[in-house]
């Protein structure tokens, strides 16, 4: 009886082998999709308008611009000079469907202020951001009251600013009354509050000390 029994398991367990055999040969192995096979085909298209006091520089950064995109990312890029956008583009070899937009991110930070060196750390870094905001949206100021709220913004020399972003690993552009700032998202939020204490009419002491809290609580955390 103890014979039967065990012949029986052995060919219960040949036999689920070979079923296993069977259903990992019959498991299709298909290759990842590509870029333009994921939209059925269809060439993706994105437009970034050239404001009229950044043509120069992107005239300038053309080159710094266009080989991270066509190269790297595999992204087409060209400037159409009647409508004043560059145009963006999939292409049948363009690795991943997410490469286009931020391409298009990159292209925006650069025509928003910020300097190609930092704007390409979108395309290599996922968890970055770019986020706006202008001196109205936190208190309304007008006049003199507005002029003075920028000059505390950027310090003497830009000192204020540059300690901001030193301390927050963040950039910062102040373009008249609106505000670009360029990094992760804990760090945007510590550096809009530290500008906000500013347009609010902090004194510069004040929001750095605050900033020294903040910063060396960041460092602990991680």
């Known amino acids: 009886m103890e014979s039967e029994k065990g012949t029986t398991s052995m060919e ?5 082998s070979g079923a296993n055999r069977v259903s990992s040969a019959l498991k299709p192995n298909f290759e990842p999709l590509k870029a333009h096979e994921i939209s059925n085909g269809q060439v993706q298209f994105r437009k970034v308008s050239v404001p009229p006091h950044r043509y120069t520089p992107l005239k300038k950064a053309w080159m710094e611009i266009y080989s991270p995109v066509y190269e790297q990312m ?4 060209r400037m159409n000079l009647k409508g004043r956008k560059v145009e963006l583009k999939t292409r049948s070899d363009t ?15 650069f025509m928003l202020g910020f300097d190609v060196i930092d704007a390409v750390a979108l ?8 986020e706006s905001f ?5 208190k309304t100021l007008r006049g003199e009251h507005l002029s003075r ?17 030193n301390s927050t690993k963040t950039r910062i552009v102040i373009a008249d009354t609106k505000i670009h700032i360029l990094g ?39």
């Open 12 to 16: 219960i367990e040949k036999g689920q």
């Open 95 to 109: 690795p991943d469907i997410s490469n286009l937009q931020k391409s298009a991110d990159f292209v925006h930070a």
């Open 134 to 138: 202008e001196i109205k949206d936190v």
């Open 184 to 222: 992760s998202f804990a760090n945007i939020k510590i550096a809009r509050d530290s500008l906000c204490s500013l347009i609010l009419g902090s004194p510069a002491g004040k929001v750095y000390s605050k900033l020294r809290a903040v910063t060396s609580r960041l460092a602990e955390r991680f």
């Open 123 to 130: 395309l290599r870094l996922d968890e970055l951001y770019v």
């Open 74 to 77: 595999k992204v087409d890029i």
């Open 149 to 165: 709220a920028i000059g505390r913004l950027s310090g003497k020399g830009g000192k204020t600013k540059f300690a901001i972003e």
